[in-house]
């Protein structure tokens, strides 16, 4: 068992590293700093975790995202699973009809383009091994408490993307499966560590999701929410 986990130098990634190491699998991290990757690396191998290495990955750079790709399929032919957890909120103050279209390409670029471009590449080595792909996401559906139009909108392509390749797996006979998880808000860099009531740890996050996959059941196509988006304002 083994996983390459995007974003998994901090924050939900890295919670999701920790948990599913402390599980039994071998883990990949997929970061864009190399010390900010050797830090994580530490402190999951002092927590016990078996880190098989990292991976230069830059989701905005799709000639980084297909090297990251054969590096993975060269020295991880092994690979079970999929996180794709990395992503960026965009500027979310901007209103949805203000919003600048070089700030909605960057976030479609890292949080659909890329992370698409990363999933294609790795599909061969995960269905050679029965494998999974784990999209971490917000629902698609519009809430009316919290609606930044470039991350929602990017999210949505990514959830589309899900739904669609889950009917398409199973279709096609495609041995692979594949779903999203909604983790709920939690206390990280992407919302400035913001921690209001109904607002989660990256750790608890990351166990639950860690729960989710090691649960021995198929989730193929399915949306699963953690802990439900909360009135900021209330
Ligand atoms: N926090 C929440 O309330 C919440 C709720 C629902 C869903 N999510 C989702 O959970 C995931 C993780 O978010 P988080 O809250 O843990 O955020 P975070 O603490 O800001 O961590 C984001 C991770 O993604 C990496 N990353 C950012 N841009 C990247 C790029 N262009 N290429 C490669 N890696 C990149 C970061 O690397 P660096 O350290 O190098 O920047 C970091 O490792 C995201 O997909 C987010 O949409 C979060």
């Not at 400035?192 to 989730?219: R, S, Y």
Request: charged share 15%.
């Amino acid at each position: 068992m083994k996983a390459f986990i995007t974003g998994a130098n901090k924050g939900i990634g890295f919670g999701i590293a920790q948990h599913l190491g402390l599980a039994g699998w071998t883990i990949v991290l997929g970061a864009r700093d190399e010390k900010r990757a050797a830090q994580a690396i530490s402190a999951l191998e002092s927590s016990g975790v078996n880190v098989a290495g990292w991976v230069n990955i830059e989701l905005a750079d799709l000639t980084s995202v297909k090297n990251a790709a054969k590096t993975l399929a060269e020295q991880h032919p092994d690979l079970t699973l999929l996180v794709n957890n990395a992503g960026i909120p965009g500027d979310m103050g901007q209103k949805s009809y203000e919003t600048d279209m070089h700030h909605l390409k960057e976030t479609m670029d890292v949080n659909f383009f890329g992370t698409y471009e990363l999933t294609q590449c790795l599909i061969p080595t995960l269905a050679k091994n029965a494998g999974r792909i784990v999209n971490i996401t917000v629902p698609t559906e519009v809430s009316p408490y919290w609606h930044p139009l470039a991350y929602v909108a990017s999210k949505a392509a990514q959830n589309t993307m899900t739904s669609i390749m889950a009917m398409e797996f199973a279709k096609d006979n495609i041995p692979v499966e594949t779903y999203s998880i909604h983790p709920g808000p939690t206390t990280t860099d992407l919302n400035g560590n913001m921690d209001l009531p109904g607002f989660h740890t990256a750790d608890t996050v990351g166990q639950k999701v860690a729960e989710v996959i090691n649960d021995g059941q198929c989730h193929n196509g399915e949306f699963i929410e953690l802990y439900p988006i909360v009135d900021e304002g209330a």
